[in-house]
Structure formats: C-alpha cells, structure tokens
C-alpha cells in the first residue's frame, strides 16, 4: 500500500552498501517511475545521467580534485569520502534539471517537479528493496566540467543506489497536527 511505502523510505548511505550490482533493467524501471512526476505546462525538467562501472570512481576523483581546488583548507576524511562513497555504489543518478528554455514558469516549479520525479525513483527503490541516497553538495555547481550539459540544463544532486544487508530503520516524524492550521 502507497501509505506504508512512503513511511518506509529512507536515506540509506553509500556505506551501508554491500557489493551486489543492480541490473540496468531495475534502474530503468526507476527511471520510469520518475518520468511520471507531475509537472506544470509538461516541461518535464528531469535529465538523468547514470553512472555504473568506472564512472563512479571518475566522479569520485573529479569531486576530490574540486574538493581541493575550491576548499582554503580541504580536510583528508572528506577527500577520502568523496572518492570512496562512489564506489560503494551500485549505480549513481546524476539528478539534473533542464530549464524552460522560454522561461514560460518559474524555475522552482522545475526544480519542484525534479524533485518529485527523484521522490517517484526513491518510491519504486523502496519498493524494490533498494537502498538510496540523494546527495547534493556543494560541488556539483561544477559538474558542467564534468558532463556535457545543455544550455539551461543544471545538476541538482546525486542518487546514490545500493543494496544492503540491514533492516529498514523505523522512521520518526512529529506528529502532522503541530505543522497544520486549519482555516474555516
């Protein structure tokens, strides 16, 4: 039931992977799930770029050597991070965006809409018993340097999959009437 699936999606990190691929039929299906993300005026802002095999570890060092690059005081443990989480993975999404090119919306409706064709993904791994993660750090302003993206198109994140040996952790939220004002 659509109820207990959102309650059970969670992040599960790179770490907490084990080593089993996922086929690239599953990452379809996935992708699929996301291609049906509501969106205003059909734009379907969604792009994704799948990294499988090598490419992780060539994200992994493009993200360090930015890392360094960019950071007055780089700290090891996080250069490590960076180069190691991606291998850990079975597959990585890179989350990007296409803007309207006619700007006919504002951009955070596209962005929204990415967003929930990522939540669609994250769903359906669930679903799947997959492990997933979206990670956005501050480096992928730099990602043009490493993809070849199209005018007006922009990274938003990282999707990190993997399956893992663990139990789903219970989740924990307030309740929803503390966030809720009923108006008459």
Known sequence: MIFELVKKR???FPVQYNNEPIAKKTIEKLLEAANWAPNHKKTEPWRFKIMMGDSKEKLGLFLAKKYRETDAKPKQIKIKKLIENPKKAAAIIAICMQRDLN??????EEVAATAMAVQ????AATELGIGSYWSSPGLIKYMDEFFDLNGGERCLGFFYLGYFDEEWNEGIRQSIAEKTVWLD
């Open 103 to 108: 700007e006919s919306l504002p951009e955070w």
């Open 10 to 12: 969670r992040s599960v």
């Open 120 to 123: 669609n993904m994250w769903l």
